[in-house]
């Protein structure tokens, strides 16, 4: 109970405005009317009545009855009468009200209505002198008392005259925090999020038709592995052990493989107990994808492509998009440059530091590098990709051939075993995705997982442990394949233009509210 009222500030109980909506609400019951029934059926969600009525013209209400619904945006009274705006998630339209039409009792009911408040209407639809399409309401129905009211969006011009928010309802925290207000007031969040669920449906659909089964796997597993990364930890009492979140599908999509199935994919949620940017959510929903008798050039050509459709669907045929500064054309070829050719050119040196702590720190040094007096050679070349490389790739890029000891889950190259078949794709300086020619050496497999354990031993919490039961599925066979994957929410960030993670999840991590 302590904790319950030291968080009773949440629901503001003695804010003035919301005792008085309190008191409509008992007005409300005292008239023998349920403000939260059950269910209404309408006729049509608004954009489409809008649509069928569009060409409607005259200012003697339709013949035919409808039943709508919405939410309230604004009241204008007049006496016995109003006008009032209701809005749903397709679009708005005026009602007209007259006590009249209503009759005593539910124009009593309406006099209780506030802004916020979701309703039904029967009615008919006519178009005022104005020419706007207006229901003349004949039926008030209360679905849902609202005891809040939605913030009311402020704007003004800058200095381009274009419109833009500047109260409470833009700050950030408030909109993540309280999606359910900005699903409501901004239009441009959802239409971020419409395209998010569309995006998704496209690549599910997208895959299907290239023949790939979508397959679920476990989220909870007894051990982390498929990427490096930190795991949350859990524990499963019946079972009396331990389990993580899972950093990645990939051990258990390729089990799938090897249990004979040709293409797979998953679209879900991977967990990592790393740190929150722009970029990063500790959850995130991720498409991994496995196909059999593939390699990464086969990879290329699926991620390129399926981006490349992805974008023309949501952004009717259109390849050309802009994000943020940048004017983006991709129905260009991507741009394809192995990732040591990048270092020469960026940093001034190429992998002959892969086995040399000093020199690598030497270098970075000379670039003015920071990293962790513990960082490894790996750790310091990601720091200098991210700082020196990273900001010239902004055209859709694919940086491949990884060093394998930084990828060891990838097939090496048979004609340099020091280099692994693997790519990332960048775009404005993200990465978007990452792919393999994926090993299926059973005993080469074993060799690099027990090296990772020895490096998680050595203080490593991003390596990985030794997955016997996977070792034991490629003993079995694993047919040649390559694998990819793609973050969804980065690529629904690139094709809405939007500029943090947390634009693109409807509910990102936060701190409590204290």
Known sequence: MDEIKDKSFILDDNNILKKNRLEKLENIKNM??????????????????????????????????????????????????AFINIKDWYDKIQVYIRKDFLGDENFNLFKEIDLSDIIGIDGNIFKTKTGELTVLAKKLTLLSKSLRALPIVKEKENVDGEKIKFDDVSDLEFKYRQRYVDLNIDDHSREVFEKRSKIINFIRNYLTNLNFLEVETPIMQTLSGGAAARPFSTYHNALNMPLYLRIAPELYLKRLIAGGMDRVFEIGRNFRNEGISTRHNPEFTMLELYQSLADYYDMMDLAENMVKETLSYINDGNLKIKYGNYDLDF???WNRIKMEDLFKKYAGFGFEYLDDLAGMRNMADKLNIKYENNATIQKIYDQILEDKIEPYL?????????PKAWSPLSKEKFDNPTIAERFEIYIVSRELGNAYSELNNPLE??????????MKLKGDDEACDVDYDYIRALEYGLSPCGGLGIGIDRLVMLLTNSQSIRDVIFFPHMKPEI
Request: glycine letters at 6%; hydrophobic letters at 30%; aromatic letters at 8%.
């Open 331 to 333: 129905g260009k070829k």
């Open 32 to 81: 023998g009317i349920n403000p939260y029934p059950t269910k209404f059926i309408r006729t049509d969600n608004l954009k489409n009545i809008k649509t069928r009525f569009s060409n409607y013209s005259s200012e003697e209400p339709s013949e035919e009855l409808i039943k709508v619904s919405g939410r309230i945006v604004s009241i204008r009274k007049m006496g016995k009468a």
């Open 445 to 454: 497999q074993r060799k690099r997982m027990e090296e990772q354990a020895e």
């Open 394 to 402: 902004i055209e859709p890029t694919i940086v491949y051939d990884f």
